[in-house]
Structures are given as C-alpha cells and as structure tokens.
C-alpha cells in the first residue's frame, strides 16, 4: 500500500513537467481528473479537444501551476492562445469550485470571468458585459484552492446569452449544455490563502463550519479586489509551496 501510494504521488508531480512539449488530449484529461478538476468541474468522462494555452505573468498554466495573487500575479487576464476556427464562436469562462473554500465549497462555482460570443481565437472580441474579470482573492485561512478555466465552442453567434447578476452558485457545465456549447478545452491553477488560524469570509458568518449559502451576498466578490493584502503572504518566489499534493488528494 504504502508503494502504491507513492507512485501516484511520483506520477501526478512527473505530470506537472512532462507538457513543455505539448500534452496528449488524454493526458490533460489525466491531470484534470488527478486533482479532481473532472469530475468537479467538467464532466466525467471529458476530454479536451484544444490545448487551452494560457499564463499569467509570463508563466505558462500546466493544470495546476500556483499563482501569487497577493503579488499581483493574477490581477490581469492572463495570455490566451488555443487552436481555432476564425469563423467560430466561442465562450471562455473562469470559475471558482473551491468557494469559499476547497473544504466547504458552499458557494460554488463563483464565476470570475465569462466571455461569450468570442469571434475565432481573439478573446478581445468576446462579450464580458455580464461577468467581467474578478482578479483570485483567496480568503486567508481558507487553504489551497483551484481557479479551472474553461473554454467551449458554441453553435454559432449567440446574442441571447445571459447569465444570473450574481458570481456564486454558477455551474459552467450545465451553462454550456443548456446554451448548446461543447466544452472543448481547460486548465487550471492553484492558489494559496495566507495563513490564518480560521477561514473567515468577509461579511459572511461563514467559518470552517457549514452555513446557509442564502446568508451570503456577492458584495464581498465585489469588493475583494479591493482588500488588503495580508502581510504574512509569501512575496518571494523562494517561499513557494512544492507544486506537488499530498497524495491523500489523490485517493
Ligand atoms: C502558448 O502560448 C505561448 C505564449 O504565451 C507561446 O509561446 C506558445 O507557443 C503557445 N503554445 C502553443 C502550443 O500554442
Ligand atoms: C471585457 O469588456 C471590456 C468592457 O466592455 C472590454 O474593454 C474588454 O476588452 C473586454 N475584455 C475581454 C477579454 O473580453
Ligand atoms: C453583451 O451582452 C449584454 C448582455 O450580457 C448585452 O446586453 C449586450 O448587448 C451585448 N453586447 C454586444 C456588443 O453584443
Ligand atoms: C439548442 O439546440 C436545439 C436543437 O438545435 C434547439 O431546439 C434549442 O432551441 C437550442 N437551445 C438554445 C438555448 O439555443
Ligand atoms: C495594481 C495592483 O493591484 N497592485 C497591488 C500589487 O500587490 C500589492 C501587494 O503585494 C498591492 O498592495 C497592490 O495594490
């Protein structure tokens, strides 16, 4: 027992570094199900059609790269690339599964971006009226958690897309199939909140004990942004975490 579980752990960090080549559909899908993106996320059973190639800051997205928030690492979209039909359409969102936190997701999915109606690969051509991007603001205390990018291909030029006002609650699987979209591509990355002895949520009562998500307003979302940086973050490369899980994640 105690080899099989080392070798997973070997294998999912191996994965982390095997892609500067380009990863296989299959193994993107490998590594989005080892951290449980699919079946959070996406589908059981999906499998991308496009390689979603993104970074922030110069550093290429490999299905669960950790950004720095605090450090302004994620304030801005990051670069956009992936393999497309010029004449297509498309929808790219950002979500939030881990709200407020990966151990006590209540108000997920927040939805942090969600652009439709993006005309081929130029995502400055798509419509982000209804959700523009919201930078990742962890809650410290909260833990490690995921922000999963998502990018799905619609049917054709859609000017009926809507979506509800408030971020929480979403589910981008169920948007895209309702909307007639097939989720082609995704990726993800990770962030780390900065240590606190409890997970506090701003306006919220919410702790690491459940509560009623109807208690909870998207103004905290609204005004995240703008929150202090909490000063015990680390703000140098040299204290970043292992990119490695636990391989308790993994079973
Ligand atoms: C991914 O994007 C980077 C720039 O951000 C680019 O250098 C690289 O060639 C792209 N890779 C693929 C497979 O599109
Ligand atoms: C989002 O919308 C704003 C304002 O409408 C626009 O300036 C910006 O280019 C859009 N960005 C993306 C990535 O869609
Ligand atoms: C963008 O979407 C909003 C609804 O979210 C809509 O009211 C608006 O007309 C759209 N703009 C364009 C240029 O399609
Ligand atoms: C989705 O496609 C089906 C079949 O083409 C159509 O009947 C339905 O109206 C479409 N729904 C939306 C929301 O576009
Ligand atoms: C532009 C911007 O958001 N800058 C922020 C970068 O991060 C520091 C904290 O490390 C903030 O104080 C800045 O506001």
Same mark, same amino acid.
């Given at each position: 027992?105690? =080899? ?5 752990? *070997? ?7 095997? =892609? ?9 899908? !490998?590594? @989005?199900?080892?951290?449980?993106? +699919? ?6 059973? =999906? ?11 110069? #550093? ?7 950004? *720095? ?13 992936? %393999? ?6 498309? !929808?790219? %969102? ?11 997701? +209540? #108000?997920?999915?927040? #939805? ?5 109606? +993006? ?9 982000? !009226?209804?959700?523009?991007? @919201?930078?990742?603001?962890? *809650? ?10 998502? @990018?799905?291909?619609?049917?054709? =030029? ?8 408030? #971020?929480?609650? *979403? ?65 140098? !490369? ?14």
């Amino acid at each position: 027992m105690k =080899f099989a579980s080392t070798s997973v752990l *070997f294998t999912a960090c191996l994965s982390s570094y095997t =892609f500067a080549q380009g990863p296989s559909f299959a193994s993107i899908a !490998t590594s @989005l199900a080892a951290n449980t993106v +699919i079946p959070d996320v996406l589908p059981a059973g =999906f499998v991308p059609e496009v390689v979603l190639n993104m970074s922030y800051v110069g #550093r290429p997205m490999e299905y669960g790269t950790e950004y *720095f928030p605090y450090i302004n690492e994620t304030d801005f979209l990051p670069v956009v690339s992936y %393999a497309n039909d010029p004449e297509g359409w498309y !929808t790219l %969102a950002l979500v939030d599964p881990d709200a407020p936190s990966r151990a006590n997701p +209540i #108000r997920a999915q927040v #939805r942090h971006y969600l652009s439709v109606n +993006i005309k081929g690969g130029d995502i400055l051509t798509g419509n982000n !009226t209804s959700t523009p991007y @919201l930078a990742p603001r962890p *809650f410290p205390g909260c833990g490690r958690k995921r922000f999963v990018w998502v @990018l799905a291909k619609q049917r054709g =030029f859609d000017e009926s897309l809507t979506v509800p006002l408030a #971020r929480p609650n *979403f589910n981008i699987a169920n948007y895209a199939s309702t909307n007639n979209m097939t989720i082609i591509g995704a990726n993800y990355f990770e962030v780390e909140a900065s240590p606190a002895d409890e997970c506090v949520i701003p306006g919220g009562a919410v702790s690491s004990s459940a509560a009623p998500a109807t208690t909870w307003s998207s103004a905290p979302y609204a005004s995240a942004s703008s929150s202090a940086a909490p000063t015990a973050y680390p703000t140098s !490369t040299s204290t970043r975490k292992p990119k490695c899980k636990p391989a308790t994640i993994l079973v």
